[in-house]
């Protein structure tokens, strides 16, 4: 397998809009990519590095939902919750979340999760988000998004670079 | 209790945006106006006069699901799904929704559900409801959405009638 291709992590989002759209690329075919977000324990992954997370629950069905955290050394836990409104496997997953440590609650998005087969047994996700207002939207950029992102997607290419390789 | 009252169902929608606003009040009180959602045997009345309503599931909870479908007298069935974010007793509803008749799936919306305590025993219901797209937004507001929701509220409005003159 080459691991020489760089995927980075392309985020778009217009100004004045509701929404915005993740990619990344993955060197791993869609079913592998699209079962690590049917694995809580790989849906771990997928955050900062110098955080470790905590799942509660992780139903990931149709009408299923989930609760994880974020937990930093001294303790403090950023958390998180959704329901799944749709999973089809292998295709997309339409879901809702919310961070729960907002002064209030009720920020929710709802973001499409599609997963496109890439030639070369490789793999594009596109997530496309959509906030409650342009405040929540810019708001959700500027939340360190980006880095948690790319240091959770790191580790997804590491654990698939193993998978690969075994 | 006054029945002179005159509901008026508003819906707001600015042009290009991603959202609109569906207010309505009730003439009952808060409690008794949001339990009505709580309840799968009212929540099938809120529809077209025409239609019957089919109840597949509604778990009310946050994390839970619901599918339900407003049938013909030919047969013809129109069926709506979606999964509760989260269910806030009796202040505010969040779920997502998707009419599953369309040609494609994934076209669902995050609705927010606000219960407002007007003076006088009176509720106010503001739903907050945004779509992944202008094109959705404004395929929605054409639906006939605005007749169903009417013909429904006014078989509440009826219901909370006879239950305030028990």
Do not use: W
Not at 105 to 126: A, C, I, Q, W, Y
């Amino acid at each position: 397998m080459k691991t020489s291709t760089k995927n980075e992590l392309k985020i778009t989002a217009a100004p004045g809009s509701f929404d915005c759209t993740i990619e990344r690329e993955f060197n791993a075919p869609r079913e592998m990519v699209f079962n690590a977000f049917a694995d809580p324990e790989i849906v771990k992954l997928i955050g900062p590095d110098r955080l470790t997370a905590k799942m509660y629950h992780y139903d990931f069905r149709s009408g299923g939902s989930y609760r994880y955290a974020h937990i930093d050394d001294k303790g403090n836990a950023h958390t998180f919750n959704g329901c799944f409104h749709e999973v089809a496997t292998p295709e997309h997953i339409i879901q809702t979340f919310e961070y729960e440590n907002l002064p209030e609650r009720g920020h929710v998005t709802l973001d499409t999760m599609m997963f496109e087969t890439l030639p070369g047994n490789r793999t594009k996700l596109v997530i496309h988000s959509i906030c409650r207002s342009v405040t929540d939207r810019d708001a959700m950029m500027q939340s360190g998004m980006e880095t948690g992102l790319e240091q959770g997607y790191a580790k997804l290419d590491a654990l698939f670079e193993k998978n690969l390789n075994l």
